[in-house]
């Protein structure tokens, strides 16, 4: 189970990991948004994970129709 784990992960590209780390960005952004009390900004924000995490699949998607 763990090598396969270690197998994704060497998977994921430079972009793949820039998706990754603007998505989980923005999710803690939006939190910290929410505790602070603005919380129509964070629902902005928040909205972005999905947004972004579907752009990362299209990515992904249309670069491996490609190959």
Do not use: Q
Request: glycine share 4%.
């Amino acid at each position: 189970m763990y090598n396969h784990k270690l197998k994704m992960l060497k998977k994921l590209t430079p972009s793949d990991i820039l998706m990754l780390i603007a998505a989980f960005s923005s999710l803690i952004f939006s939190e910290l948004l929410w505790f602070k009390g603005e919380k129509e900004a964070a629902i902005f924000i928040g909205l972005w994970v999905p947004s972004i995490l579907g752009f990362a699949i299209f990515l992904k998607l249309i670069n491996n129709s490609n190959d």
